[in-house]
């Protein structure tokens, strides 16, 4: 039975991958400095911060597949802070001989194939410009890792977020550095629906230390 750990697993993000895949039949770990607030049962849920080597190396221990659903805020807001941390994750995840996925946010994707990044934009809100320029910095250093590690990284739609949540649909459609969007020029994607496509891509690899994109 695949077992997989969740970093940030009571976030937005991770609370939505560990539901998932708890659903799906996946033994799920959870690490995060918080306690959920409506626990799944039979979900491992752990407390402590990525920062202490010691509960990160514990929480990765014995899993298939470590999914970092991080970003860079509190304690790991900073220039550099949570790029350290996931250099980290991949050492250990690379020990452990289990596949990394890494959940990264929109500002990395392109406007259009070799156009500029959206956070590079006028409209790119500059509140979270120092977010999107961290993630890019860790997409960088999966591009440059030579180590042989099985990763993978998902950008989410450009208006995803927990302010906008959406709702299930079970559908979804895949890209690759280019944003993703529909007839009317929106991109988004539920929370839900983003937990399904990393869980799939969890049950069924198709990306190879590569980045792809999925929105509706």
């Not at 996946?26 to 799944?40: G, K, N, Q």
């Not at 839900?192 to 190879?208: C, G, N, Q, Y």
Request: some cysteine; charged content about 20%; glycine content about 12%.
């Amino acid at each position: 039975m695949t077992r997989i750990t969740v970093l940030g697993g009571t976030g937005y993000v991770g609370s939505n991958i560990v539901a998932e895949a708890a659903k799906r039949g996946l033994v799920v770990v959870s690490l995060s400095r918080t306690a959920p607030e409506s626990p799944i049962t039979g979900v491992d849920y752990q407390l402590g911060s990525v920062q202490h080597d010691d509960a990160l190396q514990h929480a990765i221990e014995g899993a298939d597949v470590v999914v970092s659903a991080l970003s860079p805020r509190g304690e790991l807001a900073g220039n550099n802070i949570l790029r350290s941390v996931e250099k980290k994750i991949a050492k250990l995840t690379m020990v452990e001989g289990a596949r990394l996925g890494v959940v990264g946010g929109a500002g990395s994707l392109r406007t259009a194939e070799g156009g500029p990044m959206l956070h590079e934009g006028s409209e790119f809100p500059e509140a979270v410009k120092p977010e999107a320029i961290e993630m890019v910095g860790v997409l960088d250093d999966l591009n440059a890792n030579t180590s042989g590690i099985d990763w993978f990284y998902v950008s989410p739609a450009a208006e995803f977020g927990s302010h906008n949540p959406g709702e299930a649909t079970g559908v979804y459609r895949v890209g690759g550095d280019v944003v993703l969007t529909d007839a009317e020029g929106k991109s988004f994607i539920s929370g839900a629906d983003l937990a399904l496509a990393v869980v799939d891509e969890i049950l069924h690899p198709k990306h190879s230390c590569t980045r792809f994109t999925v929105a509706y």
